[in-house]
């Protein structure tokens, strides 16, 4: 019976032995799964900083806004520290640029990003929550009147008065500019030409296609001959065709030495007119470079990749 | 002055060739008058005398409906994009109110012209000299202007064109039944104090039925419009600077 007992004994010892094996070699196992896992968060932060996904976090910014802000520089625009709040919404935040005269600059972002709002500040429609800009080397908040005398803007609704006729609609917006009669035909009958609505020009708005009033509208963005131009979606609505013609037309304005700023959500028309564009996300500047240059820092084909890579956890959320 | 010929320019060719805007400015005042001249006047065999006492209040009627096609246009360029396209050009808000206030008071003074006009042919007769007849004019020319500058205030809290033309009567209403034609009472004549068609109606009433136009009481009216008017264009103006433009 003692014997049974002791025997019993060895047993349960044996089988304690086995099981405290079994728990260090589990926890061992566990403490490499741990290592693992964190070996991947780490993986994962440098990855989401090559890949700027989180633009609240990563922020880009061109150059130091002292080394930015510059009145005297050869810049058409310089942006320094821009910010626009709407209530709750930060439209702008925080944007340093500077544009180069005579450059084709283009502005991409997704729906909401904050682009029109950066450009709506540039020609004076709206005032700035912080931060300022120069625009011809004026300043927004206390120029406006001379940046007006020198700026073209094209917005991004056709803004045309339908009742008027094609040319008395240019003549209008040239005589806000004051322009000289002589030159305000000259200018109306040359862009009339060569945007093909010759035969249009003396036809109501009002029985335009989409197409030809957005070349209106873009006539009359042109029309005081400005040195600066604003293109806010120029070629939305436009067939492939007009649409073509379009980036001729905008491809000429560049020979003339126009510094010209060109929103677009088609992302071919930005990699075959601008000479850079820049990225806007969440209200950020988060890409800034030639079209070339973004497609070598991203890996990219396209700028359409870059643009997807770059703002692509936007349109994940959204989806 | 090149801005504002050409804003005002186009402003009358809208008149001219949108058809909404032509009723409501033109025609509609001429139609009013010929259907009350038919119903009270001596052609249409009533009695002439209630006509008389009626058309002065008509031609402050006419001037009333500015309200409304003021705020109408300003919201249509609003949500057309047009108010911030020309604000991108070098075109000041006092030239584009400005331009605004010329063209409403050529319109105004088209409308008298085919108000009084059509009120002679339907038998009205006003004992009036070449004073009374300018006393008259500056009158409602005042008026017109004090409806530009509602016009304004109305286009400031209106979302939309279709809200603007809903809003208006807010400021036609009172005006219509308690300032022109119906002799304002009791309470009325309270609401009555404060419309400025009340002070334009009861000057030319008193003007056209051969009062002096230089007389203390009509000089006094004049005051009042006159002090009404500035009050309320200059409001007009700083709201729809303010809030309403963009």
């Not at chain 1, 400005?226 to 979606?233: A, G, Q, R, S, T």
Request: charged content about 20%; hydrophobic content about 45%.
């Amino acid at each position: 019976m003692v014997m049974k007992d002791m025997n019993n004994q060895e047993e349960m010892s044996d089988l304690i032995d086995g099981l405290k094996k079994e728990i260090n070699s589990k926890n061992n196992e566990i403490a490499a799964y741990i290592d693992k896992i964190e070996s991947l968060e780490q993986e994962i932060t440098r990855l989401q900083k090559l890949v700027p996904g989180e633009p609240s976090r990563i922020r880009f910014k061109t150059e130091k806004p002292e080394d930015v802000f510059d009145p005297d520089s050869e810049s058409a625009i310089i942006i320094k520290d821009l910010v626009k709040q709407f209530e709750e919404v930060t439209a702008v935040n925080g944007i340093n640029l500077e544009i180069k005269k005579g450059e084709l600059f283009g502005l991409l972002g997704p729906n909401g990003a904050g682009k029109t709002t950066t450009i709506n500040i540039l020609v004076g429609l709206l005032n700035p929550t912080e931060g300022s800009a120069l625009v011809g080397g004026y300043d927004v908040k206390k120029d406006l009147n001379k940046i007006k005398e020198m700026i073209g803007v094209c917005p991004q609704e056709a803004s045309v008065y339908k009742f008027l006729k094609g040319r008395e609609n240019v003549e209008l917006f040239g005589n806000l500019f004051e322009m000289d009669k002589n030159l305000l035909k000259e200018r109306a009958d040359k862009f009339f030409e060569s945007s093909g609505l010759k035969e249009a020009s003396n036809r109501k708005a009002k029985g335009y296609s989409g197409g030809m009033i957005r070349q209106l509208n873009l006539i009359i963005a042109l029309i005081n001959d400005p040195k600066i131009v604003f293109l806010d979606e120029p070629t939305v609505g436009m067939d492939p065709r007009a649409r073509r013609n379009t980036w001729n037309f905008i491809g000429d304005l560049k020979k003339e030495d126009k510094t010209i700023i060109l929103t677009t959500h088609y992302i071919e028309e930005a990699e075959a007119l601008c000479d850079r564009v820049g990225i806007i996300d969440y209200g950020e500047l988060i890409a800034l470079g030639t079209p070339k240059e973004l497609m070598e820092k991203h890996d990219a084909q396209d700028l359409e990749e870059v643009f997807m890579k770059i703002t692509g956890r936007r349109i994940l959320e959204g989806a | 002055m090149q801005r504002i010929l050409a804003l005002v320019k186009m402003e009358l060719l809208k008149l001219i060739r949108e058809p909404a805007i032509l009723f409501l400015n033109l025609l509609f005042p001429a139609i009013l008058t010929l259907v009350f001249g038919l119903a009270f006047g001596g052609i249409g065999g009533g009695d002439s005398a209630i006509f008389e006492m009626m058309a002065p209040g008509l031609f402050a009627y006419a001037c009333i409906f500015l309200i409304m096609t003021v705020a109408m246009s300003f919201t249509e360029d609003r949500e057309a994009g047009l108010l911030k396209r020309i604000n991108v050009t070098p075109t000041t808000s006092s030239q584009f109110i400005g331009s605004h206030i010329i063209t409403n008071m050529v319109i105004a003074v088209i409308q008298l012209v085919i108000v009084f006009l059509l009120s002679l042919v339907m038998g009205f007769q006003p004992n009036i000299d070449i004073f009374g007849f300018i006393m008259a004019f500056i009158f409602m020319l005042l008026l017109s202007l004090c409806s530009v500058g509602l016009g304004l205030i109305t286009a400031t809290i209106s979302k939309s064109s279709g809200a603007a033309v809903g809003l208006s009567f807010i400021f036609i209403l009172p005006q219509m039944f308690f300032g022109t034609f119906i002799e304002p009472s009791g309470v009325t004549e309270g609401i009555a104090a404060f419309l400025p068609s009340h002070y334009v109606t009861e000057a030319i009433k008193t003007i056209f039925n051969g009062g002096s136009p230089f007389a203390m009481e009509i000089l006094m009216e004049l005051g009042i419009i006159a002090l009404m008017t500035i009050g309320i264009v200059i409001l007009g103006i700083l709201l729809f600077k303010r809030f309403g433009k963009v």
